[in-house]
């Protein structure tokens, strides 16, 4: 049961590295989509520049609206090379021997992370916790071992005393005579009893005085490692269930942030395109568009974060509670939850 509490714990440590892989992974290709559509917008606003520079878009505009557009590419590029790599890290935590036979498979997130709020009680949660976690239960398995063993050391301390009975009969027939051998027994020879009691009391006994002290201190340690648990353990909890809260609340102010951004971004690019390109203003109002437009991707960048941070803390918080895995010691086989 300790090698299965243990294999537990190695699992979910397991579990939970690959789930931060796997979520990264999403960050990863939100930020090529939110990329994608931002290098989309910077073309846009250059052909319009191009189509419109025979008419009242200044050289300068145009100039400014390519530059955009490189830029904009090179991080594209960058965001594509860190979706590989994550890609790379994943398929090393799962070592699927069909995902390392295909270099060129594309992994793609099957989730969407949660953006409801899940509230726990801290009480519940740490009671959870301490009925689900396999360190918890492994060292009240240790605790019963070690007090079976205290048990049999405070035995070997009491003195010793045995009851002896013995009886003897006797019957002996040559020739296979088995039926007078066994009348025999009884009226030849007669029947005889011992009954007697053995009393063993070393002297100093120190030997098994000393292993019951041993025994004893034995059990004590691990009544304090137990506490120690206990308390570390809902120290952890309580932090993961805070780290639950805290992202969720940024989420919530990401989310508002980016809304926000994004009617900036409209709200410039209709006036934009409204104002005649050859009034200076236009330059200005054109800068202000396209440093909006990079501001959007940034919160865009900072909402897929925060989903992917509230996403792990709550993996955490479940790795904490101990209900990352579901246990079935009667059948084996673990599912993932």
């Keep these: 049961r300790i090698a299965w509490d243990e294999f537990h714990t190695g699992l979910q440590d397991r579990l939970l590295q690959v789930t931060r892989e796997y979520w990264e992974l999403y960050y990863q290709r939100s930020l090529v989509l939110q990329k994608e559509r931002n290098l989309e917008r910077a073309r846009m606003i250059q052909s319009e520049l191009e189509n419109r520079e025979s008419i009242d ?39 699927s021997p069909r995902l390392e036979a295909c270099d060129n498979l594309e992994l793609l997130p099957g989730e969407a992370p949660h953006r409801d709020d899940l509230p726990i009680d801290l009480c519940y949660a740490r009671q959870t916790a301490l009925e689900n976690r396999p360190e918890i239960d492994n060292l009240l398995a240790q605790i019963r071992a070690a007090a079976v063993r205290t048990k049999m050391a405070h035995n070997q301390v009491l003195p010793s005393l045995a009851i002896i009975l013995e009886a003897y009969v006797n019957g002996l027939r040559g020739n296979s005579d088995l039926d007078r051998s066994f009348a025999q027994q009884f009226d030849t020879g007669a029947p005889s009893y011992t009954a007697g009691l053995a009393l063993e009391m070393p002297i100093g006994n120190r030997r098994a005085r000393a292993q019951l002290r041993q025994r004893r201190m034995e059990l004590a340690k691990l009544y304090r490692e137990l506490n120690a648990a206990m308390a570390e353990l809902g120290a952890e909890v309580e932090v993961a269930l805070r780290e639950v809260e805290v992202s969720h609340v940024e989420l919530v102010s990401r989310q508002a942030v980016l809304a926000a951004t994004q009617t900036e971004v409209d709200y410039l690019a209709q006036r934009w395109r409204l104002m005649p390109g050859i009034d200076q203003s236009a330059s200005f109002l054109l800068e202000d568009l396209l440093n909006a437009e990079d501001r959007l991707v940034d919160e865009e960048q900072l909402t897929a974060a925060a989903e992917a941070s509230y996403a792990v803390a709550q993996a955490e918080l479940k790795r904490s509670l101990g209900m990352l895995v579901s246990r079935d010691r009667c059948h084996s086989p673990m599912v993932c939850n």
């Design 57 to 95: 878009a200044l050289r300068s505009q145009v100039a400014r609206a390519q530059a955009k557009v490189a830029s904009r590419e090179a991080g594209l590029k960058r965001a594509s090379a860190g979706v590989r790599n994550a890609e790379a890290r994943l398929r090393s935590l799962v070592n």
